[in-house]
């Protein structure tokens, strides 16, 4: 077996996700580790360009129009084709819609075997040991990646980005794929765009909330600066929408939506229960109330005792100056 | 001088009476007889148990007119009329017969020393109250009440039956003064006045005898149009009466045995009963006036619920009567999603408050609950429901935690409470789920374990073993579902030992008392806490160590009230406590309910935002003059007022407290104070 | 048209799920079985087909849990046939070997569609529609929310999720695997009444599976993330605060 660390790309509409940005950075830094190569695995139609971005050391690419959006059986074709004769020791997947289709499916047809919801990767030892969350992150467990060619499909965000776009001058492959590949079962049809007009919070991963702190309706601009500088929403307990100020739909709760974003910043929001109900299971809760005694304080991860309206513009400016900071 | 003696042209009166008499009792009766057959396509149900008891509901309901008199400005107006329909019958039977047999002599009011003054003087009475009634049904307009043709037609037609027998006893008193000796004033007015035209005078026999006829003619059309207008409520109803439910409100009637389908829907799934509720509704609106969500703006209406099943009835019933033509008409159109909407039913509290002010006894809440039955049974059940319902499947609890984790409340406390299922106990404590698993409860919760240790009563607790008892999933149509749990929980119960049952939730001592009939025997008496409370107080075994300075208003649950007629025990707590008790307008039976009972709690809001039960009875309670707490006795209520407070922004002016936290104030047991241990 | 479902079930988390003696997997005296949740949906959306195009669903389960009542309750919502896979293992085996027990089972059988929940909370190793699909070399597409027929039932164009809200359309030829996401209307309700009549005379047949090799995944160690106890409280002035929150945002890559 190879010791070659291998990462599937994910692109979409001309630009690499940030998964496979993270993936190649870890797999880069694994590859290192064990004095092996990196190679990343890229399928698309017109992607070549794409390769110069990858910070590795082979880019196996298949640029056919065949590949121009993801079909699961059309990149499997590929991939297996790709893994004939090659035998790395790690294929890096996201655990996302493409790639948890892909992992499956090698999975089955090239006899690898496979881990899921991978949140961790190291090296102890000489082992590699991954760490997968399960039960809905109430558990771990460290799982020892076999010694074969093992898929491992990880969660986006896992692993931090490169800060700067990497310089890349991978040696490029192509993949030998036949001239006509056999019939496909599977077709692409169409992209179906998410509806305009008002947002959905359920799929927003940063959520500014409001609750009664906000006082009135005028403050609400405040939190929606904020928002737009995280890049999310604006979303509310109850009270605040049986006021009107902001329509059902971004209500969060029991008798509202429940949501799990990345972000989740309270603002004035007490945590009853029943919005608690809504909103406990986002990745990141920052609560700001006046009541040192708010229940939300037991449940958030961060929190601090003052005053929204105070708090928010001020956020708002430190945000933006990070976020410029970070752009430059 | 009986007017039907004279001829008519050439043919005597008397037969043109019997043509009209005949043509009118004829046509009264086929009409009565449809309206029977119609009733006949109803289920069969057994309510002719315990006739002394029936008869009694008729004399207190219809002879003594009690809850028309609930609302006095047209209660008051009412009795008059109904008392003088019952006059008029009287004189009105005298006056056909004497028509209908001229030869005959047949004693009649008219000449009568003590009869005539009766019926003079209540035809005034009657125009008196019409016209206080009109004034209210046209001027005023309250709410529910309906401005129909009908209701203006039978208007007219009472009135004008009093004008004519006063004009025709006018008449008569000026055309044979000979029966000067009789006093009948209002008559004998009119005659004086009368008297004064000389053309009067010398027409009055002639006079007499149209008014006569005039009144007898309007008698026999009213008999005729009766059972076609919603006046037909007058035949109906001394048998909606005589046949209402004796059985204790708290036990909603079981679903019909030997049926396929639970709930009903179409007509003939109604019970017989359920379909005279809609000939016996006068259509006066106090269910609707009464009715919690009605009043927050939401689609419920109870009058409309019985006046939807009428139309269905009258439109669809003589289709039934005739099969063939039901069966090729494509059968009975939908009732829910036809006439009904299922937001109608949804939207029910199941207050009792429309059955409790309803004149006539009719139960809006049977048919509403056998409705949503049907609902659930095609699936049709909104998702939040659905969800407390499979969680209370599951779980055993609406909130989707684990049955576990039901006696963690228990862990605040400094002592453990006894375990009913592995020793005896003088008093179950079942607590209900709110009070065990809601945050907001749970210290309210333990400080009622700690006051009843401090009067050394000998309780216990279920533990892990205590499940939901059913009693809103059953007000929700999941009868199934109650079933599954009542045969859990009478299980459990019956392997734990112990002599009385109390609860802290108006809704589990409800179905305990009446629905679980494997317990009510007679050998567990099943007790709500405040009147446990009441008890320990008045027995001295709890003392008040300080007397409560408070100003307070109470909100009678509805199942604790209504249901059950416990509102006197809490009365009595509060007063040993020493605050001051103000009531709210709308108190005891008439107490405005939070709008979370019947599965509310579970479901989408439908109604406006700002008008919702709890609001405006947490507004009415903030209106009483200096009260600074609403005490309640139900653990919903404390949810649904909490919150409505904040809503309304009412949190400085008034606080909610659940009875418990006042007692344990009182009686000064805080969570450090262990009392002596009992010498074994 | 013919439709099975397989369904799996999963530990209930509102028991909670603690880690046995061994650490290395969950202790089963810990847990109470539920059905997993986008397998309920996937047996609605095969429901939703049936009635659609007036074909039949059959239920598939291996013998883990509470499975009977699963199944029972699929009878009570409209499934034709029901049966319980008997593999005679004794801890819950891994997606591969359910994978290779169901394509034991349903190899030969002529199912137009196969529908499975596209995850379930204890996966491990990779998703079990996805596996199945590759032992029988099926098309399988995953994270399915709409699925139609089309060109007279040999076509499934399906809606296929991706984040954002955004979705492609394609066209699968049958026979084919599906991962189901979430079913087009959410599960119905089975009234209880209506699920106590089914288990009275409901009949869940049996087959017996002969269990492969099972494959499992190597688990070294189980373990809980570290709780803490209430938020982290951040002070200060305002502006101390504010740099306090973006610091941890940064750190978190949440800024844009």
Redesign the interface.
Known sequence: MGKDVWVVAEHFQGRLNDITLELVAKGRELAQATEAKLAVVLLGSKVKGLASELAADVVYLADRPEFREFTPEAYMVALETALKGAQPRIVLIGSTSVGLDLLSLLSARTGCACIDSCTRLELRDGRLLATSQIYGGKLFADVAVPDATTLIAVVPGSFPKPESAAAGRPEVQEIPLPATLPELRIKFRKLIEPPAGDVDITKVAVLVAVGRGIQNADNLSLAEELAEVLGGAVCASRPVIDQGWLPLTRQVGKSGMTVKPKLYLAFGVSGAPEHWEGMKNSELIVAVNTDPRAPIFGGAHYGAVADALELIPVLTEAARKASLKKAS | MIPTAAKLGPVPGWAILWLVFLTAVGLFAWRVVFLIRLLRLGRPEKRWDRIPDRIKQVLIYVFGQRRLLDEPLVGIPHVLIFYGFLVFLMATTGMLLQGLFPGVRIPGVEGNRYLAPVVDIFAVLVLGGLAVSSFRRFVIRPAGLQLTWDATLVNLLIASLMVTYLAAEGFRLVAWPGESALWVPFGRGLADWFSRSEALHASAPALYQGFWWAHVLIVLFFLAYLPYSKHMHLLASPFSVFFSRLDAPGRLPAPAPQTERMGAERLEEFSWRQLLSAFACAECGRCERACPSHQSGEPCSPRELVHNLKVQLLQFGPALLEKARAAADGGEPALIGGLIAPAELWTCTTCLSCVEHCPVLNEHMSIMVDLRRRLVERGEVDARLEEALRNLQRYGNSFGQSERKRAVWTQGLDFKPKDARKEPVEWLWYLGEYACYHPALQETTRSLARVLRAAEVDFGILYEAERNTGNDARRAGEEGLFELLREKNTATLQKARFNNIFSTDPHVYNTLKNEYPELNHGRHPIHHYTELLADLLERGRLKVGHKLPYRVTYHDPCYLGRYNGVYEAPRKVLKALGVELKEMPRSRRDSFCCGGGGGRVWMEEIGEAHSRPSENRVREAAAVDGAEMLVVACPKDYVMFADALKTTGLEGRIVVKDLTDLVAEAVRVKAAEVPQEKAA | MNIAVLTKQV?D?????E?DASGKA?DPDSIRY?LSESDDHALEQGLLLKERTNGRVEVFSLDTGEVRDTLCTALAKGADRVVLIRTGLETPPSN?TV?KIFATVLRGLSFDLILAG??A???????????????LNL?????VRKIEMADGMSIA?V???????????????LP?VL?IQAAEQ?P?????????QVMKTANVEEKEAPAPEP?S?????????EE?T??????GT??E???Q??G???E?????
Do not use: C, N, W
């Open positions: 530990p988390l509102v028991e909670g799920v880690i969950i539920i591969h994978a596209v995850r909370i204890d996966d491990l190793d990779g998703s079990l529609g996805g596996l199945l699909a590759g032992y098309p399988y597409v995953g994270l164009v809606q296929k999720e991706y984040p954002g809200g955004y979705a492609a359309e394609l066209e699968v030829k084919a991962g959410p119905r309700y089975v009234p209880v009444s209506r699920l106590r494959e995944v190597a688990v070294e160690r189980m373990f809980k993330p803490g209430g938020a982290t409280m951040f002070s305002p502006e605060i504010a740099s929150i973006v941890l945002f940064s978190r890559r949440l800024l844009r």
